[in-house]
T-cell receptor, first 114, second 113 residues
Framework: KQEVTQIPAALSVPEGENLVLNCSFT??????LQWFRQDPGKGLTSLLL?????REQTSGRLNASLDKSSGRSTLYIAASQPGDSATYLC?????????????FGKGTKLSVKP | DTAVSQTPKYLVTQMGNDKSIKCEQN?????MYWYKQDSKKFLKIMFS???????INETVPNRFSPKSPDKAHLNLHINSLELGDSAVYFC????????????FGPGTRLTVL
């Protein structure tokens, strides 16, 4: 059974700091891994999608890496801003799983202090 | 411009009632999903559906039933609501029969009294 774990559960940093969020998964047979952002009381915003054949994806100040063999992904946020405060979720799509269903971690709640 | 929309945003109802949540996507995707986010903020898949197949998570009670009038809509019907059904329900969609990037709706907060 696929399990997705995110560490830390919460993180507080001063503005301007670079930071790394971690995601690990127990079954390496994945199609892809997706990072999301969720603001309080809001839906999920897709940040980055990494296919299983890729090592990393970049979008602006965000960089996500994937090491499928070790079951790990990291989300790197450069020069953090108060507007980055949100809960960050990672999720994987299993090969052979049901119709692309995402398996989510429990998220990392990020707070960036001005 | 909204890619995936849900109505209503909030739904408050009594135990035992039957209710529906609507979802529409204008992205031309072939697969749609329903997820449940519980009070601990944990997201779990409930259903996935394309025009060929409905996949039901085995843990979902049969009081929950998705209905798709067309490719752009996947509505969620809930019968005989229970207190434990209170949660936020998210609709999502993707292309490529489920392995593409998934886009989520804003969620529907259901409160059962």
């Amino acid at each position: 059974k696929q399990e997705v774990t995110q560490i830390p559960a919460a993180l507080s940093v001063p503005e301007g700091e670079n930071l790394v969020l971690n995601c690990s998964f127990t079954d390496s047979a994945i199609y892809n891994l997706q990072w999301f952002r969720q603001d309080p009381g809001k839906g999920l915003t897709s940040l980055l999608l990494i296919q299983s054949s890729q090592r990393e994806q970049t979008s602006g100040r965000l960089n996500a890496s994937l090491d499928k063999s070790s079951g790990r992904s990291t989300l790197y946020i450069a020069a953090s801003q108060p507007g980055d405060s949100a809960t960050y979720l990672c999720a994987v799509t299993l090969i052979g799983g049901s119709q692309g269903n995402l398996i989510f971690g429990k998220g990392t709640k990020l707070s960036v202090k001005p | 411009d909204t890619a995936v929309s849900q109505t209503p945003k909030y739904l408050v109802t009594q135990m035992g009632n039957d209710k529906s949540i609507k979802c529409e996507q204008n992205l031309g995707h072939d697969t749609m999903y329903w997820y449940k986010q519980d009070s601990k903020k944990f997201l779990k898949i409930m259903f996935s559906y394309n025009n060929k197949e409905l996949i039901i998570n085995e843990t979902v009670p049969n009081r929950f039933s998705p209905k798709s009038p067309d490719k752009a809509h996947l509505n969620l019907h809930i019968n005989s609501l229970e207190l434990g059904d209170s949660a936020v329900y998210f609709c999502a969609s993707s292309q490529d029969s489920g392995v593409g990037e998934q886009f989520f709706g804003p969620g529907t907060r259901l409160t059962v009294l």
